[in-house]
């Protein structure tokens, strides 16, 4: 066991991985397959890792022969060098060329990543017109013609839920679900997300990258999916004991089902309100005070 | 059993006062040696705590949907690990060593503010007891990052966090004097020719961790007080329903927090610069590219802190702006990676277990390096954020960075402090069980990330291959631990049984080997005046140019280097 062998044996592990099937290398990039934008992280990341493995081999490389090559067995006589200039400036200048080329790689995809494209032909009818930023919400991109499903994803310990749009103009009455999304496929989808407590981070893997939901801020992302299918993520900022188990799924299932499910839940929604006024009218008749605290 | 022939000692103190001994001298003394021996004891005690609290994290995350530990409890795992770790480990075991051989390094007789030395390292250990008594009523766990709401009283209703305010309180006050006081000693206590180009690179890199914590640690200090006064006393800065801002905590947080990396890894960049070169037998290469881009290090640190919140709301402006500083900051640190292999490139390399510490340290450190420069990118960050993608890239840069070099000092230092040298051979074998059992642990950690495991979660789904995974890492942590536990009981035998080492074992080229092992109380009599970065070397070529013809029939018996110490 030589100690410059035994070095270099997880670098060359791991060399060997990069080259090896494309099956292995799913296995050292982050899920895509969802939405554009997480395609596109995954493109960005992959280029990333591209470079990452070149300076890796290299450095880990030279490391190891160094370490071999110039252990005390094998070269008895050190040679006193202090240092070369022309050697320290091109490697900072190389240092400097890789980190050039990595800033306009991120800022050439960023495109792709942040601003949402307009859905498909086939989108749900149901896409409404959004309006434009009205403050303090410049980070919000819109698609170029402006229609999108939007969808306020709520934080709270420990359960996330969905606010779709629909109801009353005030906002009363708006189908909402918990938990599990749905949204029609080819359809652009805008996410606003608020906290009613601590921070959470909205996280479904394949769909795109994180938000963190921060009390008091409105963040957003957005997706469109093309494949009907079950996409499943968590919460990914610690938020207490629950954190472990506050999960979300997105099912994308197909425009007309979508149609079909909203109105089912608008529905189910506005009787479910009914049944609870008529509930409350006959507990505050029952009650004599005619109010009901903490309902 | 040592593999290194006792030394001859070169110089020896004579006109020094007897020690005090006893307890007693211990808690009253003011001497930089015993305050850093305190300082070292009581931050291994605090790494033991942490890694054991790491272990039960790592049991239970052995399977999927374990039962062993409950999530309250797993939440009061990570929260005291992290914080053990960060404020009474790696922050203070610095501290403990800049105490012990900065003045010695550069010709001091002390510290320049020996009676704050000791308040310091009293405050520490306060802090350490506050935070730790915790465990008898209700921990804190909110994270190391605590962020608030999940901090506020509303949240965290239990004294736990209030017991983690005060460690920062404490600790950060500890670490302000500290770092005041080493900043003093070296500005002004340094021996006759030791002009700034001749500052040994461990000096050079106290320095700036000085100057870190006198800018970082205040940030935090204010930041826990609001939180204080918004858990008690009825403010509202970071409270959204009442005008306050979680963000604002975020800010200030990071504002500290990326600078507190850098406090943590830059004495172990120093030690590096120190080992390689007494080791490969030639002079450091580039010192001062060395020295430079520690300096620069320290600048840039302060404007990275964002690139810990590529995922809250903030403008992509300061988005971009974050990504460019923080690649700009890794091209310093990349210098000083190409340094330490110029450092070994034709050199005699001796595989001391110092030596070996280093090199696992590059190994290691390159690839938290390049993880680092993924999250850098602010996108790919968006993915790999939070999850455990990132319990890899800090525990590549803490563990296998800042935790080896730590290691490679204790192995290098210890004849220094204790007269005797450890086992090499317990030492190579802690090496290789901790450099294995810490790629096992955390290499595959990466994989977990990507394929969607938060962290912070106490369990997990038994879905695609997390279980594997999580195994092999729970498994890899154990014989990390393992390693550690060699080291431990080297060092603990070694105290006792190991072989004399004499001024200088390692035939070294700094001041501190310019006297007794252990020094005396007043570290030197005469203090020389230095020529070069290299003193030793200066000194050893002198006394072989006067006394080679003289003495060179007379061969030196083994073991007179304790002789000349006992004969104080
Ligand atoms: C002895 C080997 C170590 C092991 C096996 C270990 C293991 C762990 C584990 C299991 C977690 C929790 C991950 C999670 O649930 O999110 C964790 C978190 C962490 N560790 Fe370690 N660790 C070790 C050493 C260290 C060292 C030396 C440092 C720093 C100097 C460190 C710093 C941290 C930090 C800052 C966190 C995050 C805490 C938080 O989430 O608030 N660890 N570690
Ligand atoms: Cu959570
Ligand atoms: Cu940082």
Redesign the pocket.
Known sequence: MRPASLLAAPGLAVAMLLVSAPGAFAFITPEAGGSPNANSIDTLYKLVLYIAAVVFVVVEGALGYACWKFSAKRNKVATQTHGHTGLEIGWTLGAVAIVIILAVATLLKLGSIRNPPNSGAEAAASTTSVSGALYAETERKLPPNKKALEIEVIGRQYIWQYVYPGGAKNGLGAPYSYEQMVVPTHTTVLLKAVSMDVVHSWWIPELGGKIQVVPGYANYTWFKIEKPGLYRGQCAN?CGQGHARMIASVRAVPPAQYEEWIAKRTQEISEANVEAATQRSKLEAGSGTGRVLNP | MATYVAPVPQIAAHKVDRESRGWTSWITTTDHKKIGIMYLVTTFVF?IL??TE??L??LQ?GAPENTLINPQT?NE???M???T??FL??VPVWAGFANYFLPLMIGARDMAFPRMNALSYWLLLAGGIVFYASIFWTPPSA???SYPPLSSIAFSPSGGQDAWIYLIHLTGLSSILGAVNFYATIANMRARGMSWGRLPLFVWTVLVYSILIIFAMPVIAGAVTLLLTDRHFGTHFYDPTQGGSQMLWQNMFWFFGHPEVYI?ILPGFGMVSEILPVFAKKPVFGYKAIATSSVTIAFLAFLVWAHHMFTAPIPLVVLAFVMMSSYLIAVPTGVKIFNWIGTLWSGSIEYSTALLFCVGFIAIFLIGGISGVFLAVFPVDWQLNES?FV?AH??FV??GG??FTVFAAVYYWFPKMTGRLMSETLGKLSFWLMFWG?LF??LIQHVIGLDGM?????EYPNVGNLALYNLI?TI??FI??LG?LVTIINAARSVKVGAIAGPDPWKANTLEWFTTSPPAVNNFDEIPVIRSVEPMKDFRREIERRTGQRIEQVPVPAGSGEAAASSL
């Open positions: 610690i | 790494f942490g890694g790491a272990l994290m790592r995350l797993y795992l990570f929260t690990h992290g914080t770790m960060i480990f790696v994270g190391w990052v943590m455990y319990v800090i525990h803490l563990m800042a935790v810490f642990t955390f938060p962290r912070r979660v106490y890492s890899g942590a990390l631990a550690i």
